[in-house]
């Protein structure tokens, strides 16, 4: 758990964007993993002053209080986790709901999951506990593992889930979902939106890829359902006729039938797949459904990109 820097940007944008971090929770305590160059490179970017850390011995770590107080403005900085090795300020495992009657409901400004809810077995009631600590007006931010990182934690992330979590009909309005590879650190892909772009948004590549995620909370909403996946929760998607690709699909029909005739078809359609997955396998990600976004760029500009 701990803000990287693709979470330290994601930080500022989310700044850029409107959010407060004067009361800021986060879901496990937040260690540093931004080297003093790549610091020093975010500081002048954005005119931000000398970041000010105690002093710790050699190889200790570092934690998210002074950067969240000096740059974000953060008056309170609190931390939850289900141990106390890491001495953070509210014991709670987060598999669990929230105590009625504890503090903290409705009462943050910035919640930050960077890195802790792939690790909860029970993540829709993790899920929901970050938002009821979230007030209305306030943001909620991921850092979650989305590709390449099995093993990791219990879970992996797809942009369909927080498309679905974070809709206007559950009190929210989702800022911007992003993917991020820790092979890449200039640049952030996009997500288009299942729903907008009516087919499912997929990924296959060779890199570890993190997903970044900024929801604001507009209004308390009571229990919040379970979503369904886009394709399977607007019908119009099966009343819009065949799915994209299939003009194309019936276009490469003959030149199948002919494979196969010949007894090629399997060896055809093995060697496409190898083709495919060499193709898909580098840093970039393919339009129409990422947008590639020059991170110092974004950041530079307070963009809403």
């Not at 065949?242 to 002919?258: D, F, H, I, K, N």
Request: overall charge neutral.
């Amino acid at each position: 758990m701990g803000i990287d820097l693709h979470n330290l940007g994601l930080l500022a944008h989310a700044q850029d964007r409107g959010a407060s971090f004067a009361r800021t929770v986060g879901i496990g305590r937040q260690a540093l993993f931004v080297d003093p160059p790549e610091l020093e490179q975010l500081r002048a970017l954005r005119g931000l002053p000398a970041l000010r850390e105690p002093a710790a011995a050699a190889g200790a770590p570092r934690y998210f209080e002074p950067l969240m107080q000096e740059w974000f403005g953060a008056q309170s900085v609190d931390s939850v986790d289900a141990s106390a090795y890491e001495h953070a300020t509210v014991l709670h495992d987060m598999n669990l709901p929230w105590p009625e009657g504890q503090a903290g409901i409705g009462s943050y400004d910035a919640v930050l999951d960077f890195g802790c809810l792939e690790h909860v077995f029970d993540f829709p009631v993790a899920w929901r506990n970050c938002v009821a600590l979230c007030r209305v007006g306030g943001h909620v931010l991921h850092s979650l593992p989305a590709n390449n990182l099995s093993g990791h934690g219990f879970y992996q992330f797809s942009p369909e889930l927080f498309f679905n979590l974070y809709q206007r009909k559950n009190g929210f309005e989702l800022l911007g979902v992003w993917f991020a590879l820790k092979a890449d650190p200039k640049h952030w892909w996009k997500v288009a939106d299942p729903a907008a772009v009516r087919r499912r948004v997929t990924l296959r590549n060779a890199h570890e890829v993190y997903m970044l995620v900024v929801a604001k909370k507009l209004a308390e909403t009571g229990p919040l359902p379970p979503p369904q996946q886009s394709d399977y929760a607007q019908s119009e998607w099966l009343k819009s006729g065949a799915p994209a690709g299939a003009e194309a699909g019936a276009e490469r029909g003959g030149a199948a039938r002919a494979l196969a005739a010949l007894g090629l078809l399997d060896l055809a359609r093995v060697t496409r797949a190898r083709l495919r997955a060499l193709r898909e396998s580098g840093l970039g990600l393919s339009a129409p459904d990422y947008q590639r976004v020059v991170v110092a760029e974004l950041l530079r500009r307070g963009s809403r990109s």
